[in-house]
Protein backbone atom coordinates (compact mmCIF):
# COMPACT_ATOMS: atom_id res chain seq x y z
CA UNK A 1 0.00 0.00 0.00
CA UNK A 2 3.05 2.33 0.91
CA UNK A 3 6.06 1.31 -0.03
CA UNK A 4 8.87 3.10 1.42
CA UNK A 5 12.40 3.62 -0.09
CA UNK A 6 15.57 5.01 1.38
CA UNK A 7 18.68 6.49 -0.40
CA UNK A 8 21.64 8.27 -0.38
CA UNK A 9 24.09 6.04 1.85
CA UNK A 10 27.68 5.10 0.67
CA UNK A 11 30.90 5.84 2.51
CA UNK A 12 32.22 8.69 3.91
CA UNK A 13 34.91 9.92 6.12
CA UNK A 14 34.70 10.70 9.82
CA UNK A 15 33.59 14.47 9.68
CA UNK A 16 31.62 13.92 6.51
CA UNK A 17 28.10 14.42 5.98
CA UNK A 18 25.23 12.83 3.73
CA UNK A 19 21.86 13.15 3.19
CA UNK A 20 19.49 10.20 3.61
CA UNK A 21 16.29 9.93 1.73
CA UNK A 22 12.80 8.53 2.47
CA UNK A 23 10.90 7.83 -0.39
CA UNK A 24 7.07 7.10 -0.28
CA UNK A 25 5.88 5.40 -3.44
CA UNK A 26 1.96 6.90 -2.87
CA UNK A 27 0.32 9.09 -4.59
CA UNK A 28 -1.56 11.89 -3.40
CA UNK A 29 -2.16 13.38 0.24
CA UNK A 30 -1.69 10.89 2.80
CA UNK A 31 2.07 11.26 3.62
CA UNK A 32 1.12 13.97 5.96
CA UNK A 33 -0.50 11.64 8.65
CA UNK A 34 2.22 9.97 8.84
CA UNK A 35 5.18 10.32 11.83
CA UNK A 36 8.49 9.67 10.48
CA UNK A 37 11.01 8.07 12.04
CA UNK A 38 14.53 6.91 11.15
CA UNK A 39 16.03 4.12 12.78
CA UNK A 40 20.13 2.98 12.82
CA UNK A 41 21.02 -0.15 12.94
CA UNK A 42 24.80 -0.98 13.83
CA UNK A 43 26.40 -4.30 12.68
CA UNK A 44 25.55 -7.03 15.22
CA UNK A 45 23.59 -4.59 16.99
CA UNK A 46 19.69 -4.16 17.73
CA UNK A 47 18.02 -1.54 15.63
CA UNK A 48 18.09 2.04 17.74
CA UNK A 49 15.75 5.20 16.64
CA UNK A 50 17.45 8.02 16.22
CA UNK A 51 15.50 10.22 14.85
CA UNK A 52 11.79 11.50 14.83
CA UNK A 53 9.42 13.66 12.75
CA UNK A 54 5.55 14.04 13.81
CA UNK A 55 3.10 15.36 11.67
CA UNK A 56 3.52 18.41 13.19
CA UNK A 57 6.37 19.30 12.39
CA UNK A 58 8.28 18.44 15.81
CA UNK A 59 11.55 16.79 15.91
CA UNK A 60 13.28 14.88 18.36
CA UNK A 61 16.40 13.01 18.15
CA UNK A 62 18.68 10.39 20.17
CA UNK A 63 21.31 11.73 22.42
CA UNK A 64 24.21 10.11 20.24
CA UNK A 65 22.67 12.20 17.26
CA UNK A 66 21.90 15.62 18.81
CA UNK A 67 23.60 18.43 16.92
CA UNK A 68 24.77 16.49 14.14
CA UNK A 69 21.42 15.30 12.30
CA UNK A 70 18.10 17.00 11.31
CA UNK A 71 15.51 14.73 10.02
CA UNK A 72 13.02 17.16 8.32
CA UNK A 73 10.18 16.16 5.40
CA UNK A 74 8.73 17.61 2.15
CA UNK A 75 4.92 16.16 2.44
CA UNK A 76 4.71 17.65 -1.24
CA UNK A 77 7.25 15.58 -2.48
CA UNK A 78 6.03 12.08 -0.34
CA UNK A 79 9.69 12.62 1.31
CA UNK A 80 11.17 12.87 4.48
CA UNK A 81 15.15 13.12 4.95
CA UNK A 82 17.92 12.63 7.22
CA UNK A 83 20.96 15.03 7.37
CA UNK A 84 23.76 13.58 8.93
CA UNK A 85 26.68 15.52 9.30
CA UNK A 86 30.09 15.25 11.61
CA UNK A 87 29.85 11.76 11.15
CA UNK A 88 31.52 9.44 13.67
CA UNK A 89 32.90 5.88 12.90
CA UNK A 90 30.10 4.66 15.32
CA UNK A 91 27.40 5.95 12.98
CA UNK A 92 28.39 2.86 10.38
CA UNK A 93 25.22 0.89 9.92
CA UNK A 94 22.28 0.34 7.73
CA UNK A 95 19.51 3.35 8.59
CA UNK A 96 15.79 2.53 7.99
CA UNK A 97 12.91 4.88 7.19
CA UNK A 98 9.47 4.09 9.22
CA UNK A 99 6.30 5.88 8.38
CA UNK A 100 3.99 5.15 11.35
CA UNK A 101 0.05 5.81 11.28
CA UNK A 102 -0.83 4.43 14.46
CA UNK A 103 0.96 1.48 16.80
CA UNK A 104 -1.02 -0.85 14.35
CA UNK A 105 0.00 0.15 11.00
CA UNK A 106 3.47 1.44 10.02
CA UNK A 107 5.69 0.72 6.82
CA UNK A 108 9.50 0.06 6.82
CA UNK A 109 12.23 0.39 4.05
CA UNK A 110 14.62 -1.72 3.51
CA UNK A 111 17.14 0.03 4.41
CA UNK A 112 20.37 2.09 3.39
CA UNK A 113 24.26 1.13 4.51
CA UNK A 114 26.12 4.09 5.73
CA UNK A 115 29.95 3.14 6.40
CA UNK A 116 32.49 5.95 8.09
CA UNK A 117 35.43 5.09 7.75
CA UNK A 118 38.79 6.36 7.28
Known amino acids: QVQLVESGGGLVQPGGSLRLSCAASTSGNIFNFYVVHWYHQAPGKQRELVATITTGGSTHYADSVKGRFTISRDNAENTAYLQMDSLKPEDTGVYYC??????????WGQGTQVTVSS
Open 98 to 107: NAELNTKLSY
